[in-house]
Structure formats: C-alpha cells, structure tokens
C-alpha cells in the first residue's frame, strides 16, 4: 500500500486522537483549576444541583445569552453549531457504534439496517448542506464584507472556518454521490478503533476528506473553535456562583 495512505489512514488517526483530547484535557484542567481569587457569578446562582445543570444545558444548547446581540447571527450559529454537531454524532454512531450494537438494540425496536442508513443519509446531507452554507453565510462573507468585523478578523478566524468549510463540503460531497461504499467505510473505522486497521477507501477525495478533518482536530484544542467547550465551563462557573 501507497506510504502516504498508510500516513493519513492508519497512522495520523492514532496522532490525532491522542493530540485531540489530551489537548482539550489539558485545557479543560487548566481553566478548572485556574484560581478564582472571588465568586464572580454576574446572577444569583440557582440552588439545587438539577437547576443549575438546566440552566448550562439551556444556555449551551440555544445560546441564549447571544439572542440578545444580532438576532440573524445568533440564528447562525445556532444552526451552525446544531449541523456540526448532527455531522459529528453521525459519523460516530453509523459509523462505529452501528456495526456492533445494531443487533442487540434495533431489531428490539423494529427497525431495520436500511432504516436506519436511510436516515442517516437524509439528516446527515442536510446537516452538512446547513453547516457548509452557514459556514459560507454569515461567517465567512461578514468577515470579508462588513468592515467592522473584517478589521477585527485575523488568521486565526479565518483558518479555522476554511479549513471546516472545505472539509464538511468535501464530506457532504462524499455523501451525497455515493463515492465511498458504506460498509468499506465501517469496517474501516472499526478496524481503526479495534486497533488493526485495513486498507482504507481508496478515492483520493475520501483520504483528502480524512487529512483535513484530522488536521482541523490537531487543531481545535489551540484554536478559536475551542470556545464551544469553553462555554461549557465558563456556564459551569456562572450558575455554580
């Protein structure tokens, strides 16, 4: 097999998930233990352990606090983040966790291995449709045309959407026409995750696809985009008081 398929499929995966979450571990443990000389809760926080688990899990999952900026922005990145999210747990669940607990859990419930890739396809094309033209419009296109933002943007702003743009565009492309066999797929994320990995795809697309999406996860942990996680703490601190 090509030294490079072998670089990108069957070593780079190892490099990226251990840069991956040892890099957000690490920032996760720093803000954590980042000394708070006093509380600085900006609302009286709410009593109990279960409201104040809602009060993160709303503000995360609408970004509220952001509704009372610009409205269309905020819708932006609500269906950017939704979409991103949709893609991610897609890729994990149908291509992963699928293969080994379809038997044991589905059939229980009376759906069939065609349903369930059915639908798949349906949500995963459209999130990946959603999240690349939210990518294109607001983000991108406010930073190159509203002034008062593309004088505060730098590479660090750009980069990273770039890099997820052509990414998530390149996979929705993938997912679309079919180029890649499903099950080829599985069996080769399976193998990765079991530790032997197997000759992977073979389209230049599908492995061009797989080098930018590891690249942007080396990334994520000292980038910009890291901010969703902090926003988990930073509502941690807040409702916690």
Same mark, same amino acid.
């Given at each position: 097999?090509? /030294?490079?398929?072998?670089?990108?499929? %069957? !070593?780079? &995966?190892?490099?990226?998930?251990?840069?991956?979450?040892?890099?957000?571990?690490?920032?996760?443990?720093? %803000?954590?233990?980042?000394?708070?000389?006093?509380?600085?809760?900006?609302? &009286?926080?709410?009593? @109990?352990?279960?409201?104040? *688990?809602?009060?993160?899990?709303?503000? +995360?999952?609408?970004?509220?606090?952001?509704?009372?900026?610009?409205?269309? *922005? %905020?819708?932006?990145?609500?269906?950017?983040? +939704?979409?991103?999210?949709?893609?991610?747990?897609? #890729?994990?669940?149908?291509?992963? %966790?699928?293969?080994?607990? =379809?038997?044991?859990?589905?059939?229980? !419930?009376?759906?069939?291995?065609?349903?369930?890739? @059915?639908?798949?396809?349906?949500?995963?094309?459209?999130?990946?449709?959603?999240?690349?033209?939210?990518? +294109? =419009?607001?983000?991108?296109?406010?930073?190159?045309? +509203?002034?008062?933002?593309?004088?505060?943007?730098?590479?660090?702003? =750009?980069? /990273?959407?770039?890099?997820?743009?052509?990414?998530?565009?390149?996979?929705?492309?993938?997912?679309?026409? #079919? !180029?890649?066999?499903?099950?080829?797929?599985?069996?080769?994320?399976? @193998?990765?995750?079991?530790?032997?990995?197997?000759?992977?795809? @073979?389209?230049?697309?599908?492995?061009? #696809?797989? *080098?930018?999406?590891? !690249? =942007?996860?080396?990334?994520? /942990?000292?980038?910009?985009?890291?901010?969703?996680?902090?926003?988990?703490?930073?509502?941690?601190?807040?409702?916690?008081?």
């Amino acid at each position: 097999m090509d /030294p490079l398929i072998i670089a990108i499929a %069957w !070593i780079l &995966p190892y490099f990226t998930i251990a840069i991956f979450v040892g890099g957000v571990a690490f920032k996760v443990l720093n %803000w954590l233990l980042h000394p708070m000389p006093v509380k600085w809760a900006l609302y &009286p926080a709410p009593a @109990s352990g279960a409201k104040r *688990l809602i009060t993160i899990l709303v503000e +995360v999952l609408t970004l509220r606090s952001h509704l009372r900026g610009y409205k269309r *922005l %905020w819708v932006g990145a609500l269906l950017f983040h +939704v979409g991103l999210f949709t893609s991610f747990a897609l #890729h994990a669940f149908v291509n992963l %966790w699928f293969a080994r607990i =379809y038997d044991t859990i589905f059939q229980l !419930i009376g759906l069939t291995r065609g349903v369930i890739e @059915s639908t798949a396809f349906l949500v995963g094309s459209a999130a990946g449709l959603i999240t690349t033209a939210i990518v +294109v =419009y607001p983000f991108l296109l406010n930073r190159v045309f +509203v002034r008062e933002v593309r004088e505060i943007s730098s590479f660090a702003d =750009y980069g /990273p959407l770039m890099l997820l743009l052509v990414t998530i565009a390149l996979g929705t492309y993938l997912r679309l026409f #079919h !180029i890649v066999d499903p099950a080829h797929l599985r069996t080769y994320l399976v @193998s990765l995750a079991a530790l032997s990995p197997i000759q992977p795809p @073979s389209d230049p697309l599908f492995l061009l #696809h797989l *080098l930018l999406a590891q !690249i =942007y996860l080396i990334y994520f /942990p000292f980038s910009k985009p890291m901010h969703f996680i902090g926003l988990l703490i930073n509502q941690k601190i807040i409702a916690t008081g």
